[in-house]
């Protein structure tokens, strides 16, 4: 059964820092991996996909990264600004099973 | 339409009443999902639908729960007799294609049903 386990649960940063999000699971036949931002009391906003032949997606400041060997994907964001605070969660395919969530990392941007 | 569109944002309700929740996805998605969001807990498979049809109903978590999805468009999850462990955020999701249910493609959230029940 696909277990999906991201760390920490909770990251406070100084704004223009730039951070790392991890996210871990432990079978690496995987379709894709999606990464989402859920603000407060709304709804998942897709940031990134990354396809299972893929190692790496960029979009404006944010850049996913995957490694299926090691089973683990990353999510950088650079120059970190207030509005990126959020909770950030990574989910994946793989198998029979539909979608597979992490818990999340919430993400305080201090400024 | 633009995004994905849940109705009501909000519901509260009391025990042992019979409640529904909508979504409409994204014009031309044929995926839908329905997740369920528990306070602290991560999200919580609950049904998938390829066109009207639910492939794996076995994530709906007791007969009370029920979906349906008509016209290739429009679904409802209804719960029948809720009960306090009901109280959730019920989101809905919709994608482009999506072979099988355990290759999604792409995800489109609404910003969900927050539902209580006192």
């Known amino acids: 059964k696909q277990e999906v386990t991201q760390i920490p649960a909770a990251l406070s940063v100084p704004e223009g820092e730039n951070l790392v999000l991890n996210c871990s699971f432990t079978d690496s036949a995987i379709y894709n991996l999606q990464w989402f931002r859920q603000d407060p009391g709304k709804g998942l906003t897709s940031l990134l996909l990354i396809q299972s032949s893929q190692r790496e997606q960029t979009s404006g400041r944010l850049n996913a990264s995957l490694d299926k060997s090691s089973g683990r994907s990353t999510l950088y964001i650079a120059a970190s600004q207030p509005g990126d605070s959020a909770t950030y969660l990574c989910a994946l395919n793989s198998g029979n099973t539909p979608l597979v969530f992490g818990k999340g990392t919430r993400l305080s941007v201090i400024a | 339409g633009a995004g994905v569109s849940q109705s009501p944002s909000n519901k509260v309700t009391e025990k042992g009443k019979d409640v529904e929740l909508r979504c409409d996805p994204i014009?031309?998605?044929?995926?839908l999902y329905w997740y369920r969001q528990s306070l602290g807990q991560g999200l919580e498979f609950l049904i998938y639908?390829?066109?009207?049809?639910?492939?794996?109903k076995s994530g709906l978590p007791s007969d009370r729960f029920s979906a349906e999805r008509t016209g290739g468009s429009v679904s409802t999850l209804t719960i029948q007799r809720t009960q306090q462990e009901d109280s959730a955020v019920y989101l809905c999701?919709?994608?482009?294609?999506?072979?099988?249910?355990?290759?999604?493609?792409?995800?489109?959230f609404g910003e969900g049903s927050r539902l209580t029940v006192l």
């Open positions: 999701a919709s994608s482009l294609r999506s072979p099988s249910y355990a290759n999604t493609g792409e995800l489109f």
């Open positions: 014009s031309g998605h044929t995926a």
């Open positions: 639908f390829q066109g009207n049809s639910a492939p794996d």
